[in-house]
Structures are given as C-alpha cells and as structure tokens.
C-alpha cells in the first residue's frame, strides 16, 4: 500500500522507520517548517526533518496542510493512506477525502481516555497505573475517530513523561503496520469510542508546573514525574536565615508518611528535610536549581545556608512579587 507520512515530533519517528522498511511503499513526507529555537532563533528543523535530511528521503514543509498548493502536492503522492503522529496541525477533510483509505493517527492514550494535545502528560499527573496508544481513524471532531487497534503499557513508580513518551513510541509500531495491514485487506475494524468514558488532556501551560504545597504529597509526586523536563514542576525555596532564595525545578520525589502534629504550615522543611504537604511530606531527591545543573537534594542544602524550617512557596507568588 502507497502512503504519506505527515509528521514532525521525534514521537513518530520509530513508526516513520517501521513504515520506510516494511513491505509497504512510503510515497511522501510532510512535516512542519523549522521555526526559531535556542539562544539565537536559528531556525530549526523538526524531527521528521533531521530523519528525512539523514536519510536522504525527500520530504515537504507545510505551514499549512490545508493550502491549496500542499493539497496539490499531497494529491500527487497517490497514497492510498495518510499516516499522521505528532504533526502539528489540523488536517482538513478535503485533505483526507484524497486518499481511498482516508487517515489513521497514532495518539498516546487508550481513547476515550485523554483526548487533547498532553495525554501522557495528564495521565501521570492523574495517578493512572495503565496508558498506551490508540490507532485512530482522523475525524472532525479532535481525537474522536474510529479505533482501529491499542496498545496498553503499566505506568510504575518512577516513570516520567520522558520514560512514558519513548516507550509508547516505541509500541505504537506493531499497532499501526497491523493496522495498516488489516486496512489493506479489508479486515480492520473500526470501532466507535465510548462516549460516556471520554476525558480531556488539555494543552499545558507552564502554571500547570506551580507546586501547590497544600496538595498531598501523592499528588505532587505525580506532577513531578508528569512534567518533567517541561514545564516542570517549580518551587522557589526561602532560606529563613538570610532571606535568600531559588527558583527550583523538583525532578525526582517520593512521598512520605509524616504526622504533622506541631502544626508546620505546608511547604516547611521539616526536622527530617522533608517537605510538609497538605497530606504526608515530599522527600526531595533531584532537583535544578534556575541557571545551574541538576543535582541531588543534599547537594543543594550542603551548598546553601539551608536549616531546618526553610520554606518553599508558589513559584507564582514569587512571579506576582509576593515573596
């Protein structure tokens, strides 16, 4: 089967690569333009790009899929089927009517659960034991296509975004060739998504990344392992001593049992240097400090005048000039 690829995070690659080398023909690569990045805004082009470029596989920018001139150029591949992961924008209709076989996406959740744009993202914060990934049919209406196939991986205790986000790629491959498989003999099923269990994974924004001391330690460890490396989940901490104070990103954490009997307002650094939370305390193990490398926690006290009864506040309070 002929198909086009449209792509541009490092997410899709391994499906890119399982496609490239399976016995079907890939006919065109469309991908995002290199947009600004690093110190100095060079342009930078997207994952998909750097494959392409590596390879020597010709490849399109597309500002905008939906153009009448990419429309043109994603007709002349004479795909039978669009493949898009991690593209970037929203493909029209007129866009998917041309190929016989339409459009499949690969999306990072067991649909209906997290539709939206940060499904692994949401799915640790939230505490979920189980992910995986959706082979989907491209619908109007964002994430609500037809399932073709899933795959499902445990989440444990010390993955991350990071750790999720590689794995999930990686298993994303078998489910789409056998999709694409069943497609090309006409035995795929397309089942609907149960409406009633459907849940949303917005977009993030960096506030996502506040530490809310007053939250249980749980929680918050759970945002820690979410958000990492970006946005990250954020503190500033206050030497009582001096009044000096960081700006940190939490990379690592786990919760502990603590019974706050002395009443310490949350985000204290108790006699254990632990954090007080709303419920239990947070034994930090890794953070970075802004501007600075990432180090252990211990490494952070030992360099700093830190004690006993130090707090961490809302990065938030900080920003707004509370501190």
């Known amino acids: 089967m002929r198909i086009a690829f449209l792509g541009s995070a490092q997410f899709g690659i391994p499906s890119l690569e399982a496609i490239a080398e399976s016995r079907h023909e890939l006919v065109g690569v469309f991908t ?56 970037g924008q929203k493909i029209g209709q007129d866009v998917i009517a041309l190929q016989r076989h339409g459009a499949v996406n690969v999306h990072a959740s067991l649909l209906p659960e997290y539709r939206g744009a940060a499904p692994i993202h949401w799915a640790i914060m939230n505490g979920q034991k189980e992910t995986g990934v959706s082979i989907i049919t491209l619908a109007e209406k964002m994430d ?117 009997a002395r009443g310490l307002p949350a985000g204290t650094l108790n006699e254990a240097m632990n954090v007080v939370c709303g419920h239990g305390a947070l034994k930090i193990l890794e953070l970075k400090p802004a501007g600075s490398d990432l180090m252990t926690f211990e490494a952070f006290t030992n360099g700093r005048p830190c004690s006993q009864g130090d707090l961490f506040i809302s990065a938030q309070k900080a920003m707004t000039g509370l501190l």
């Open 32 to 87: 995002q333009p290199a947009r600004p990045a690093g110190r100095h805004r060079d342009p930078k082009p997207t994952d998909v790009a750097v494959w392409c470029s590596q390879r020597k596989i010709a490849y399109a920018e597309a500002d905008n899929i939906n153009d009448i001139s990419m429309k043109e150029k994603v007709s002349g591949c004479l795909a039978d089927l669009l493949v898009v992961i991690a593209f």
């Open 144 to 260: 609500a296509g037809f399932v073709l196939g899933q795959a499902r991986t445990p989440l444990g205790p010390e993955d991350t975004f990071e750790t999720v986000h590689d794995r999930l790629s990686q298993i994303a491959v078998a489910a789409l060739i056998e999709a694409i498989d069943q497609i090309e003999a006409g035995t795929a099923v397309y089942s609907p998504q149960d409406q009633s269990r459907v849940s949303y994974a917005p977009r993030l924004r960096k506030e996502h990344g506040y530490i809310d001391w007053e939250r249980p330690a749980e929680r918050i460890v759970n945002q820690v392992r979410g958000l990492w490396p970006w946005p990250g989940a954020q503190s500033v901490y206050v030497s009582i001593k001096t009044g000096k104070h960081w700006r940190v990103t939490v990379k690592k954490a786990a919760a502990v049992s603590y019974d706050n």
